[in-house]
C-alpha cells in the first residue's frame, strides 16, 4: 500500500516539522496546566464550602444565643405574673376578712365567697401576646430608643433604621405555667404533720384503676414486684432518714409503720449498686431511682406528681384535672376513701362540672374549701366536718385554695433553634425575702 501523496494545487505545506520531543513537553505543559486548575478550583470549592459552613456555624451560634435569651424572658416574664398573682391573693384576702367581721351587736357576717382568680391562666406568656399589650407605638419606642448602628458599629444617619432582618430569622417565645401544689407531693410522705396520710390515700386513689395494674403485677429485670403500697413506702424510704423498710399500716393519722428490713435490699441488686438517699428529692428525675418506677410508671402519673412544694403545703383545691378532682372528692368523703353511692353514679362527674361552673362563673376563678364541701353535700356526699368550716385552722386539713410553687417551662426560637428552660419558683417561707419579689428558684433546668 502506497502513502498517500499530497495535491499539488494545494500549494506547498508551509507547516513547520515539530519534533517529537517538543510534542511531549507541550502535553506535559497542557496537563501541568490542567492539574494547576483542577487543583485551584477543588481548594475554591473547598474554601467556598469551608466559608458556608463558618457563615452557618456562626448564624446557628447566634439563634442560639437569641433563643436563649427570649426563653429567658418568658421566664422572666411569667414571674412577673405570678408575682402579680401574689399581690391579687393578698388583696382578696384582706377584702375577704373584711366582709367576714362581725356586724353590729356582735351578730355573725355571712361567710364571705372566694371572689380571686388565677391570674397565671389568664394571661398568656407569649411573644404575640407581649407584642400586643405594647402596641406598635410602643414597639417603634423601644425600637428608637437605642441608636442604629451600620454593619460597621457606627450610628447610621439621620437614626435610620437598619434593614429588617432576612428570613428565617424570626424571634418568639412562649412560657406555660403549671401549679405545683395540685398534685401529689411525694416527699410529704415521710413528713411528720399530718398532711402524710391524706397525700399516701391521694396517691393510692390516683393509681386505683385497674388498667394500671401491670404497672404493679408484674416483676422488674432484677426480680423485684412492687404493688401500689409498696412503691409509696419506697418513697417514703428513699426520704426518710432511718435505714430500714416502712410499711402502709391502718392508721390514717400515722400511715406507715416501721419494718426490720434493710430498705437499700432491691437496690443492691441491680448492676448499678446504689443506696437510698435518705434527704429530700431535687427533682422530679430522681423518682426513676425509686424502686417501683419505671418509665411507663411516670409516663402515666408523672404529671400527678411532685416533689417541689414544701412538706407542710397545702393541696390546692382548685383544679381543672378531673382526675385529680375526684381524688380530691373522694379524700373529702367521710369515710374517706370509700366511693359513695352518689360518687358512682356515672352522671357525678357531670353535675360536680354543672355546680363549679355555678359557683365560679369564670373557670379562672378560685373556690374556697368550704365552698368545694359544701358543693358536694348539695350534690349527696357525706363530708368530712373539717372541710365545712369558714376559717380553715385544723391542721389535719390537707387542703387549701391558693399555691405558691409553681412550675414555668419557657421555650424560645430564633430561626430553627429552639432552647427551652424549666423552672420552678417558689414563694413560700423558702423564699425569705425574695417571697415579695419574684420568688426563689429551686430547680432549674435548660435544654
Sequence with gaps: MTAPTRDPRLGPDLRPEVHPHRRRERGAALLTVLLVVAVLTALAVELAYQTRVSLQLAANSRDELKASYQARSALALSRLVLHFQQRLDAASGVAAQALSRPGPGGAAAPT????????????????????????????????????????????????????????????????????????????????????????LQRFLLATRDPRFDVLFDREDSNGNRFARRDVAAAFKDWVD????TSAVGDKPAVPFEEGFSDENFAYDRGDDRYKAKNARFDSLDELFLVNGVSDAFMAAFGDQLTVYPDVNAATNINTADPEQMMVNVLLMSDPPGV???????????????????LARPLPFMTISVQQFATLLQ????????????????????PFGNRSSTFTIRASGRAGA?????????????RAGGLATDLGRVIHWREE
Design 417 to 429: 433553634v429552639e432552647r427551652t428552660i424549666e423552672a420552678v419558683v417558689t414563694v413560700d417561707g
Design 339 to 357: 366511693p359513695q353511692a352518689p360518687v358512682l353514679d356515672p352522671t357525678f362527674p357531670q353535675k360536680l362540672e354543672i355546680g363549679l361552673r
Design 241 to 244: 432518714e432511718d435505714g430500714t
Design 378 to 397: 348539695t350534690l349527696g356526699v357525706r363530708v368530712q366536718p373539717l372541710f365545712l368550716q369558714a376559717v380553715n385552722t385544723d391542721a389535719r386539713s
Design 112 to 199: 364571705a365567697p372566694s371572689f380571686s382568680f388565677r391570674l397565671w391562666e389568664v394571661v398568656p406568656v407569649d411573644s404575640a401576646t407581649t407584642a400586643l399589650f405594647l402596641g406598635s407605638s410602643g414597639r417603634e419606642a423601644m425600637r428608637d430608643a437605642a441608636p442604629h448602628r451600620s454593619g460597621d458599629g457606627t450610628p447610621t444617619a439621620g437614626g435610620a433604621r437598619p434593614a429588617p432582618p432576612p428570613v428565617g430569622t424570626e424571634e418568639s417565645f412562649q412560657a406555660r405555667i403549671e401549679d405545683e401544689e395540685r398534685k401529689v407531693n411525694v416527699a410529704q410522705l415521710a413528713g411528720l404533720s399530718a398532711v402524710a396520710g391524706p397525700q
